[in-house]
């Protein structure tokens, strides 16, 4: 049977103590247990032993009690023994409660916002930003970092620009209030100088300027039932080239940015290269990628997703860290963290979670868009 998991977790400062405990039933004992398997686990992606576990855990029990309480564990779905002989390792149930444990914690050390704080380099275009952050999470946690920009549908308008390119052919340049810039070739029914452009340009901008894409929309349609629409060449250039502009784009989405996708091949073992290869041809696949992504878009509070369900291909037994955040301009991004089954979700977890918080606190206002 499949698994999949998605967690949410809840910003602020709560306590470091028995929540996700009691949410799974465990006692504090059997809860030590499995956090002390999955550590070590997620450590070296062997079995664990009972005797590897009496090391270091700080319950005081003998390896035969560990193993009692392991087999306990194992007969709850939390834990899993892969061969009669070998140790165990944790289900994604089991995984699940270690997250939610990791997702109730503060929030990262002083140094370690310091140090993120001075990556993440404020100013500059959109795009750009985003593309600092994924450079940033795949740098700092190791992984893949991933940075989605919004679609340019959801967003407010800062002003548009025609260009013309030929004979019945014209650019359509759409600028947000966040910075986004969405370019758009349009085929026209007539001729357009530049100048007449321009006016329909400064129109448009002047009247649509903060303003949502669908309320435009509506604008222009209301405009092409008025009659000076017809005999006004403004306006009539506006009703043609604007609503087209602005027009519902099923294909349109925000543009995904990557960064560290070549470690996961540095660091598959010799039995997942194959579908890791089919991974990162998949990275490639912008729409495939867009739809996993995009049930993330709300709330400002990391997701963990684990199990097959996520996986973009066969046995690619993956994660997934991710947290949306909201601009000013009401625009929502998403950055996040990909990696194998078994990242280190103790320090993924809390960087994802501040870079999220630092995109939507900075204020970003997109310097250098168009």
């Known amino acids: 049977m499949r698994s999949w998991y998605i967690w949410r977790g809840k910003r602020g400062t709560p306590t470091v103590g028995s929540g996700a405990t009691a949410r799974h039933g465990l006692s504090a004992r059997e809860f030590e247990i499995l956090r002390e398997v999955v550590s070590l686990y997620l450590a070296s992606g062997e079995p664990i032993a009972s005797a590897a576990v009496a090391r270091t855990s700080s319950t005081g029990l003998s390896s035969p009690s560990i193993r009692n309480v392991m087999a306990e564990l194992s007969d709850r779905g939390l834990l899993a023994q892969p061969h009669t002989s070998a140790g165990r390792v944790p289900s994604d149930e089991g995984l699940r409660v270690f997250v939610d444990h990791v997702l109730e914690r503060p929030a990262l050390e002083d140094r370690e916002q310091r140090k993120l704080r001075a990556m993440l380099v404020a100013g500059g275009p959109l795009e750009e930003v985003l593309e600092q952050a994924s450079r940033v999470l795949a740098e700092v946690t190791a992984e893949v970092g991933v940075a989605v920009a919004p679609t340019v549908q959801q967003v407010v308008l800062r002003s548009i620009h025609f260009v013309e390119v030929s004979t019945r052919r014209v650019l359509a340049v759409v600028v947000t209030q966040g910075g986004l810039v969405e370019s758009r070739l349009l085929g026209v029914e007539r001729e357009y100088g530049q100048t007449e452009l321009d006016r329909i340009s400064n129109y448009c901008s002047e009247n649509f300027a903060g303003l949502a894409l669908g309320e435009i929309r509506a604008r222009v349609l209301q405009l092409m039932l008025e009659e ?143």
């Open 228 to 370: 000076r629409a017809q005999w006004d060449d403004v306006l009539s250039g506006v009703v043609e080239l604007a609503r087209r502009a602005v027009r519902p784009d099923e294909e349109a989405s925000g543009e995904v940015f990557i960064r560290g996708a070549e470690r996961l091949l540095a660091t598959a073992e010799p039995a997942r290269l194959d579908a890791v290869r089919r991974l990162l041809a998949a990275f490639g696949d912008k729409a495939t990628l867009l739809r996993l992504l995009n049930q993330f878009f709300s709330g400002p509070v990391p997701r963990v997703v684990l199990g097959s369900h996520f996986s973009l291909v066969e046995g690619g037994d993956l994660g997934l860290v991710a947290s949306s955040f909201e601009m000013a301009t009401g625009e929502v991004g998403l950055v996040g963290v990909i990696g194998s089954r078994r990242m280190d979700y103790p320090h993924i977890i809390p960087v994802v979670d501040f870079v999220s918080r630092h995109l939507a606190e900075s204020g970003h206002g997109g310097e250098g868009g168009a």
